[in-house]
């Protein structure tokens, strides 16, 4: 059975296997949990993700999908990273941010994480509503890992009191 829970923190001091990066599609760094994961993880990170562009990901990571690489100097083995989708209020974009989560726990099993830690992708700067994002960020990963899942511990590591009060609302419901 897989353990899901939610803390606050910083998700660059996560001890786990992978730490999820709410990424931008060039991955080549930015800012919030992009800019910090890139700062504290080094150089490496940042070397793998142009090897990435240069050949692989030659237009860049699509939203929804996601992509591992080497956490260099993090706790972590790898940084997983996440393109999530800019809030919309004309358009139901629920389904890209639903995909970015499972498509991270599926990179994380193919490197085979047994524990991963999670930002609220999509509810900074791409201004997805807090409660919304919490909510299809815990149905995701609730639908996701089960019997023959890998994935021992999800984490979500928030950095505000307020964003990890939301996390726990959506774990209790």
Request: aromatic residues 4%.
């Given at each position: 059975?897989?353990?899901i829970e939610a803390v606050q923190g910083d998700i660059t001091r996560q001890r786990v296997d992978a730490i999820v990066n709410a990424a931008n599609s060039s991955l080549l760094?930015?800012?919030?949990?992009?800019g910090a994961i890139h700062r504290a993880g080094g150089p490496e990170i940042l070397a793998e993700c142009r090897r990435l562009r240069e050949t692989t990901l030659r237009d860049g990571l699509p939203t929804g999908?996601?992509?591992?690489?080497?956490?260099g100097r993090l706790d972590a083995r790898h940084v997983i990273h996440t393109v999530g989708p800019v809030y919309s209020r004309s358009e139901d974009r629920s389904g890209l941010l639903a995909s970015a989560y499972r498509r991270s726990l599926e990179v994380a099993e193919e490197v085979q994480a047994?524990?991963?830690a999670f930002p609220a992708v999509s509810a900074g700067v791409y201004g997805w509503p807090a409660d919304d994002a919490a909510r299809v960020?815990?149905?995701?990963v609730?639908?996701?890992?089960?019997?023959?899942?890998?994935?021992?511990?999800?984490?979500?590591?928030?950095?505000?009191?307020?964003?990890?009060?939301?996390?726990?609302?959506?774990?209790?419901?």
């Amino acid at each position: 059975m897989t353990l899901i829970e939610a803390v606050q923190g910083d998700i660059t001091r996560q001890r786990v296997d992978a730490i999820v990066n709410a990424a931008n599609s060039s991955l080549l760094g930015g800012g919030g949990v992009d800019g910090a994961i890139h700062r504290a993880g080094g150089p490496e990170i940042l070397a793998e993700c142009r090897r990435l562009r240069e050949t692989t990901l030659r237009d860049g990571l699509p939203t929804g999908d996601a992509v591992a690489t080497t956490a260099g100097r993090l706790d972590a083995r790898h940084v997983i990273h996440t393109v999530g989708p800019v809030y919309s209020r004309s358009e139901d974009r629920s389904g890209l941010l639903a995909s970015a989560y499972r498509r991270s726990l599926e990179v994380a099993e193919e490197v085979q994480a047994r524990s991963i830690a999670f930002p609220a992708v999509s509810a900074g700067v791409y201004g997805w509503p807090a409660d919304d994002a919490a909510r299809v960020a815990v149905d995701t990963v609730r639908s996701s890992v089960g019997r023959g899942s890998g994935i021992e511990i999800v984490r979500f590591v928030l950095f505000s009191a307020d964003m990890l009060a939301r996390f726990e609302r959506a774990l209790a419901d």
